[in-house]
């Protein structure tokens, strides 16, 4: 057996072969997409992956090399969790896939319900369950709940969460037909949607689940949680559950003192701008990063700096397609203020944002634009970088982080003014197929007499397998895979 990350396989034989990396195969009609703590399965198409191919979790978890099982190929796993929403990857000789997204919860999916749903027949459900769910275009599915009166009524959808194109909106019908309420894109959880309803009558309610759009079609699936418990004393119909969180009140803001820092603030009402106190000599400079949707928030902020007299001085982008970063100078010793608010002047619990500066006016940020590549024994791979750029076009040095022995990369120096490169990994010739390497990029360049260093990131080739979500799990972002596959006869 195998547990989550610490593994190599190693078997086979192979000669030394010398070929470029190729991609991996796309993890298509994997079930269920729900897992739970103990024992289960987890499947895929066989048509997709020969016999014997690994399943590699990003949570600690104990699997088997997968059976063929009909037309599916089955692994067994065992976690303990946590819960949440993780990565997967299925891998072996014969191929890698892309990675994939799971959510681990406290409720196994009901399979047979799902396939009765998905084949359009109607059914009731009377306690606690979890479904897997695929919608065709201009389809809405009717799902009959059994409610008893006091009790209250929960469901979740996660789809664009878990990378699915799935938009949903789930509405609730009483037994004389009026609707309850409906949710769709939910504070705090994105384009996804969690309703909750406190049932005053009870009988038999139906609720309705379609894509807000009317889109649908094979990545178009859905996974539904529904739960029903006691009634609470005050209706929450329908809202989503918000983290305590205590607001930063403006005389306990952090100042921005140090040439080098970072800090964390909650943007929890709307339309509200957080000023924090700044300093500096005239002359000196600062670069600026946002994070904010790396860490899960739902919302975008705009960053600026004002002067005493509360003239903006500089600010951020907002057009950027990250979440931005900027640079400033001070033009004099008075007073200024580092200023942030959510840029479409929202706010909940869940608005979440840190901010990050250094010293230096100019700055440097690079892109993997492949996250996941196959390598032959003996062979190369090659990882596309695209660098951008701000008041700075010095070289960029890029070094590889985490390789394992059978594995190497040179340095790779990026040319002043540069905008792209690659960086070439190499496999020894004894490696085994089979192998998953995991590893990072990092990049240094020096900005104004001082030493930089970034991570190289990976959101560009995430957002592209992950076309639902805006940024990949925390964490994630800058993780390379290579997996080492056997020479494939034409």
Do not use: Y
């Amino acid at each position: 057996m195998i547990a989550g990350r610490l593994w190599f396989l190693v078997g086979g034989t192979l000669s030394a072969l010398k070929a470029l990396a190729t991609d991996p195969f796309v993890a298509t009609d994997v079930q269920p997409r729900g897992l739970i703590p103990g024992a289960q399965e987890i499947s895929i198409p066989a048509n997709i992956a020969p016999e014997g191919t690994r399943l590699w979790t990003g949570f600690a978890a104990t699997t088997e090399p997968g059976i063929l099982r009909g037309d599916r190929l089955v692994f067994a796993l065992k976690t303990d969790g946590p819960t949440g929403i993780s990565v997967a990857q299925f891998h072996g000789p014969g191929g890698i896939s892309q990675p994939f997204l799971v959510r681990i919860g406290s409720v196994r999916a009901d399979r047979k319900l799902s396939e009765e749903i998905n084949a359009g027949r109607g059914v009731r459900i009377e306690g606690t369950t979890a479904l897997d769910l695929v919608l065709p275009p201009a389809t809405t599915r009717r799902i009959e709940v059994e409610l008893a009166r006091g009790v209250r009524l929960d469901v979740e959808a996660f789809a664009r969460r878990l990378g699915s194109g799935f938009d949903p909106f789930v509405e609730l019908i009483d037994p004389r037909g009026r609707s309850l309420g409906s949710v769709d894109d939910t504070p705090g959880l994105g384009r996804d949607a969690h309703g909750s309803w406190d049932i005053r009558n009870g009988g038999r309610h139906v609720l309705l689940l379609r894509d807000s759009s009317h889109a649908g079609g094979k990545d178009h699936w859905v996974q539904l949680g529904i739960s029903i418990g006691s009634n609470r004393e005050k209706s929450r119909n329908p809202t989503t559950r918000e983290r305590k969180t205590r607001s930063m009140e403006a005389t306990a803001l952090p100042a921005v003192r140090t040439p080098k820092g970072s800090l964390e603030g909650v943007l929890t009402k709307p339309g509200e701008v957080l000023r924090f106190p700044m300093e500096g000599s005239k002359g000196t400079s600062r670069w600026l990063e946002l994070k904010m949707r790396r860490l899960g928030s739902p919302g975008d902020a705009e960053v600026w700096i004002e002067d005493g007299n509360g003239r903006r001085v500089a600010g951020m982008d907002p057009s950027q397609e990250d979440d931005g970063a900027f640079g400033f100078t001070f033009e004099n010793e008075g007073p200024h203020r580092l200023c942030v608010r959510e840029l479409a002047g929202g706010g909940s619990a869940e608005h979440r944002f840190q901010l990050h500066w250094r010293p230096g006016r100019g700055g440097f940020g690079i892109q993997s634009e492949k996250q996941t590549l196959e390598i032959l024994p003996g062979g190369t791979a090659e990882f596309p970088l695209r660098v951008s750029r701000k008041d700075f076009d010095g070289e960029i040095v890029v070094r590889a982080e985490g390789l394992p022995e059978g594995f190497g990369v040179e340095p790779t120096t990026l040319a002043a003014k540069s905008k792209e490169g690659r960086v070439t990994l190499k496999a020894a010739a004894g490696v085994k197929p089979g192998s998953r390497v995991e590893f990072r990029l990092v990049a240094e360049g020096k900005i104004e007499g001082n030493e930089v260093r970034e991570s190289v990131r990976t959101r560009t080739a995430l957002t592209k397998i992950w076309p639902g979500r805006l940024h990949p799990p925390e964490g994630w972002d800058g993780v390379l895979c290579l997996g080492v596959v056997a020479k494939r006869i034409p």
